[in-house]
């Protein structure tokens, strides 16, 4: 099961949010995602929503203690990240605490238009 952690700034268009998730996929369809996941506070983003519903996932609102204990697993550290949400990375924290235990991070996060960041967690078979 593959999940997408997003984090995005404010008002972030659902176009941009849409390729990053292409971005991270690298050429896996679409279809492997399990579903989308960000933390409680982007959960309401309408650009957020609005991909989703277009991918035909649902939006996982990660609870702050969640993210929190993916931390140290982050790949990626962004001043940015740790000023606002107070973890390295959000799109991998957010992955990595909806993939759930043992989940792993495919690759560090990716950026589109300096609005959205992305990131794929799973768990190894």
Do not use: Q
Request: with cysteine; glycine share 8%.
């Amino acid at each position: 099961m593959m999940v997408a952690g997003l984090g995005c700034r404010r008002g972030a268009r659902a176009e941009d949010v849409a390729a990053a998730i292409a971005l991270a996929l690298d050429g896996r369809a679409p279809g492997a995602l399990a579903r989308l996941a960000t933390s409680a506070a982007k959960a309401r983003e309408p650009g957020l929503l609005e991909a989703a519903a277009s991918l035909g996932l649902t939006l996982e609102a990660v609870p702050r203690d969640a993210l929190l204990a993916a931390a140290p697993r982050c790949l990626t550290h962004s001043a940015r990240a740790l000023a606002e949400a107070g973890v390295p990375s959000l799109a991998e924290t957010a992955a990595l605490a909806s993939a759930g235990p043992g989940a792993v991070l495919l690759g560090p996060r990716v950026a589109v238009a300096r609005a959205v960041t992305c990131a794929l967690a799973e768990v190894p078979a």
